[in-house]
């Protein structure tokens, strides 16, 4: 095997990782292998020499390119990052963590900020916030990427983490479907059956999926008899963008546990997919969202 070959298969190992971290910033797929293939040639003009870390030098290089991106693409509309219900892998087997290499692919596969519209972020807020917030990046490493003193750029992840927090979906066209959720959740924090079923289609469909299989409740009167039995009291439901329809992320003592998407049509919920996995949610939600 050459030294480039060499090269190639180390760099293979933190593809995953790399196209996470682009996602994660440019909110593109396709962006993100741009990216990283961006990285690729970098690194193999430099045969590997002098770096020490790879990972780290891979990490700040696919940083700066995308920092280079988002400044060239300037103000445009994007959608928000997904989370795509169903799409999470079963439990690790005795609830340990994941390796860094299957949580980079679990993080690149199911999307990550959860309710966050990342064009409210200017570049280096966005980069900061992901980085550090997501990838847990330390500052110094950040303040390199961005041209930045630490101190700045401890101050522009705060700012991206409190502009988010006030950006949640929930105006234009989703602005009725979200009132219908709140009123759902108010039903049924109450245990109110007669209200749930003011906001719940005949029809409506329930799918809840687990760790092994799927649970499927269908009528309103059965979803609403669901919905009050399991309702918590020390449950919070956060705004949530799921599959690009309303929805929430449910924590319990601050700890993410449950993702709920809603279809709404004619004011009344028609379905509800439900999924239930807190240690995988522990590991991609931020840590400001609880």
């Not at 060239?72 to 990052?81: F, Q």
């Not at 999926?209 to 020390?234: I, S």
């Not at 700890?255 to 709404?264: I, K």
Request: charged residues 20%; proline residues 4%; glycine residues 8%.
């Amino acid at each position: 095997m050459t030294q480039e070959d060499e090269l190639a298969a180390e760099f293979e190992t933190q593809r995953s990782y790399l196209h996470a971290i682009a996602f994660r910033m440019l909110g593109s797929h396709a962006d993100a292998d741009d990216a990283v293939q961006e990285a690729w040639l970098r690194l193999a003009r430099t045969g590997g020499e002098g770096i020490d870390e790879l990972r780290g030098w891979l990490t700040t290089v696919t940083s700066r390119i995308c920092l280079d991106a988002l400044r060239r693409r300037g103000v445009r509309g994007e959608r928000p990052l997904e989370l795509n219900v169903g799409a999470l892998p079963p439990e690790t087997v005795g609830g340990s963590r994941i390796d860094p290499e299957e949580e980079a692919v679990l993080t690149d596969s199911v999307g990550l900020a959860l309710y966050v519209v990342m064009d409210a972020l200017t570049p280096a807020e966005r980069v900061a916030f992901v980085l550090h917030d997501v990838f847990a990046v330390p500052f110094g490493t950040i303040a390199a990427v961005l041209g930045r003193s630490t101190a700045a750029t401890k101050m522009l992840a705060s700012r991206a983490r409190g502009r988010l927090r006030l950006d949640a979906p929930t105006a234009g066209a989703d602005a009725a479907a979200r009132g219908v959720i709140d009123a759902f959740f108010a039903a049924t924090g109450r245990g109110d059956i007669t209200e749930l079923l003011t906001v719940l289609a005949p029809e409506v469909e329930l799918r809840a999926q687990g760790l092994r299989d799927v649970a499927v409740v269908r009528g309103a009167r059965e979803v609403a008899a669901q919905a009050t039995m399991f309702a918590r009291l020390d449950a919070l439901a956060h705004p949530a963008l799921v599959d690009g329809v309303p929805g929430v992320l449910i924590t319990v003592g601050g700890r993410p546990v449950t993702v709920m998407a809603f279809t709404v049509a004619d004011g009344v919920v028609t379905t509800i997919r439900v999924l239930t996995a807190p240690a995988h949610l522990g590991q991609i939600v931020p840590s400001w969202v609880a």
